[in-house]
């Protein structure tokens, strides 16, 4: 029992050493990209994602949720060494498409068999507690990786390498699945039902079709949807910030650009992702407290609209300490959200539909961050033009606007009552 929840564990931490994440915005300016450009290469990935989100889903319960996980790995591998050869737009949106198929083939799949797990052992009323626990792996990860990334960055003032390096952890990713029990790729369990096209309409008429899973859905892809297109401004607002500082330390002069720049983005985001584990893991703490996970979530929506406020007001004013804070404040509550609306959301499913529902939840966020995207990178591009130190702000807005709507509708968005732990009918909830 404890070996598998330290192989659920290894896949996050293992997962999440992209050594480029916190640079990648800097890497796209580098090649001398618009805002407008990223926004299209981040819906790109979306655009991808959307279109493979949920067959993944239907053939992973189909045909192997662990084989499609392994199929997923060689997908980023690909798109990594693409990102690091691309002397083109072209080929970064190649890239692009390939890291999108990754998402793809992982996003429910793994929840899926974590989920699963947990019903053989009888368990499954620890789901939030054992998800936010992998997920605070995941982000444990994500904040090494922080730390092993800004040193390639400090040492050979270049993003490229990074890429590279972020190869050999999902190698060592591969060789992990390996050791996963069989059963949990339940080969041929949705065939005796029709086959992957009967199940993804099963799946869908679920995830539609009853009432609360719906709204749980268009509840994510509010949330979700605003935070991935937004999350990633972070890395100019850090990049500005670094640029000031030679004011105060003459000495850093000598440093380039990206050096400088590195110095402040390695710490705020191994402080945030410290903090995202520290929220991930504690989220069934803040479900007990609340007395149930939609108070809980009530209680997310509500300190992220005035995050989304403070950050647009920081933003606009320049006051970049200010909106560096609401940026990491805006991560810690995605991370104790995200382990909410997945209980939630697998509460209602039946069992042979796991990973396709949570592959559609995925769906509705990527199809919110794909319009978001692009529009939001247009609107700073305008504002920057208007006022290049303070033209950041439209990011703000947007999260303020969405979050502030989820708000006010709260009780047509999300459903009333909570669910049963461990819940596994599909009736009217």
Not at 156 to 163: E, I, P, T
Not at 174 to 183: D, E, G
Not at 204 to 218: I, M, P, S, V
Request: with cysteine; net charge positive; hydrophobic share 50%.
């Amino acid at each position: 029992m404890v070996l598998m929840l330290r192989r659920f564990c290894l896949y996050g931490f293992l997962k999440n050493q992209q050594y480029f994440e916190p640079y990648l915005v800097l890497y796209f300016l580098q090649r001398g990209l618009s805002f407008f450009q990223i926004g299209l290469l981040v819906a790109c990935r979306e655009v991808t994602v959307n279109l493979f989100e949920v067959l993944s889903g239907a053939v992973a319960d189909v045909w192997g949720r662990r084989r499609s996980m392994m199929l997923s790995f060689c997908a980023y591998l690909a798109s990594f060494v693409l990102f690091a050869l691309a002397g083109s737009l072209g080929l970064l949106f190649a890239a692009m498409v390939l890291f999108g198929i990754g998402e793809a083939f992982r996003t429910g799949t793994h929840k899926a068999m974590i989920f699963s797990w947990l019903r053989r052992q009888g368990r499954l009323d620890e789901r939030t507690r054992v998800y936010g626990l992998t997920r605070s792996w995941s982000k444990l990860g994500s904040a090494l990786a922080v730390v092993i990334g800004t040193i390639f960055v400090l040492a050979g003032d270049d993003y490229v390498w990074l890429f590279w390096l972020s190869a050999l952890p999902y190698v060592l990713g591969l060789v992990n699945f390996v050791s996963y029990p069989r059963w949990l790729d339940r080969p041929g369990a949705a065939r005796e039902s029709g086959g992957v096209w009967n199940h993804l309409l099963a799946s869908f008429r679920q995830a539609f079709g009853n009432r609360r899973t719906r709204r749980l859905l268009f509840e994510s892809m509010g949330f979700e949807g605003v935070f991935r297109a937004s999350k990633d401004y972070l890395q100019p607002v850090l990049k500005a910030a670094a640029l000031s500082l030679v004011v105060l330390w003459p000495q850093l002069e000598d440093l380039g650009q990206r050096q400088r720049a590195a110095l402040l983005v390695g710490p705020v985001y191994l402080l945030l992702f410290l903090l995202s584990a520290f929220a991930s893991r504690r989220a069934h703490h803040l479900v007990e407290r609340l007395g149930g996970e939609d108070r809980a979530a009530r209680g997310v929506w509500a300190v992220t609209a005035g995050s989304y406020a403070a950050l647009t007001a920081a933003l606009a004013l320049v006051w970049m300490p200010l909106a560096i804070a609401a940026f990491v404040l805006l991560y810690l509550l995605q991370n104790l959200w995200r382990p909410l609306l997945i209980s939630r959301v697998y509460a209602g499913c039946p069992e042979a539909l796991g990973a396709t529902v949570l592959s559609i939840e995925n769906q509705g966020k990527t199809v919110a961050t794909m319009v978001l995207a692009p529009l939001l990178g247009a609107a700073v591009d305008w504002a920057r033009g208007v006022s290049r130190a303070s033209g950041l702000w439209p990011v703000g807005m947007a999260g303020m606007l969405v979050a502030g709507w989820f708000l006010l509708h709260r009780g047509r968005t999300a459903g009333g009552g909570g669910i049963a732990q461990g819940s596994t009918e599909t009736g009217s909830l």
